[in-house]
Structures are given as C-alpha cells and as structure tokens.
C-alpha cells in the first residue's frame, strides 16, 4: 500500500471504531465497545505506517535531487 491509502484506511477504521465504541456505549455492549477500540487503534497505527511511508519518501526525494544539483 502507497502511504496514502494506509492514510485513508486508517482514518476510516479510526472513524468506524469511534462509531461502534458510541453504539456499543449506547446499546450497553462491552463486546461492541471493545471491538470500536481495536479498529480505532488499528486506524491509528496504519495513519503512522502511512505518515512513515511519506518521510522516508520525502527524504529519499530530497536526497536524489540534492545528489542531481551536483551532477
């Protein structure tokens, strides 16, 4: 995955999980509330793989064109 569809799927399982921790709330599932808290984490932790993918990406690119300038 390119960083950003690890980005998109990520916010989207934060998004989803947050709404089935406020269902699980509602309805007075521990299960549903524990399922919400998974995928929120999960989200976050592919928001990170992608924000990493980006930096390394980023630097790569900086390095190439500063190593084109001295040619």
Request: without cysteine; charged residues 30%; hydrophobic residues 35%.
């Amino acid at each position: 995955m390119g960083s950003t569809e690890d980005k998109v799927k990520g916010a989207t399982n934060e998004a989803l999980g947050k709404a089935k921790q406020g269902v699980g709330q509602a309805v007075g599932s521990d299960k549903l509330q524990g399922e919400g808290a998974a995928q929120e984490i999960k989200g976050k932790g592919q928001k990170a793989m992608g924000d990493a993918k980006q930096a390394v990406k980023d630097a790569v690119n900086k390095t190439a064109h500063a190593a084109n300038r001295k040619l």
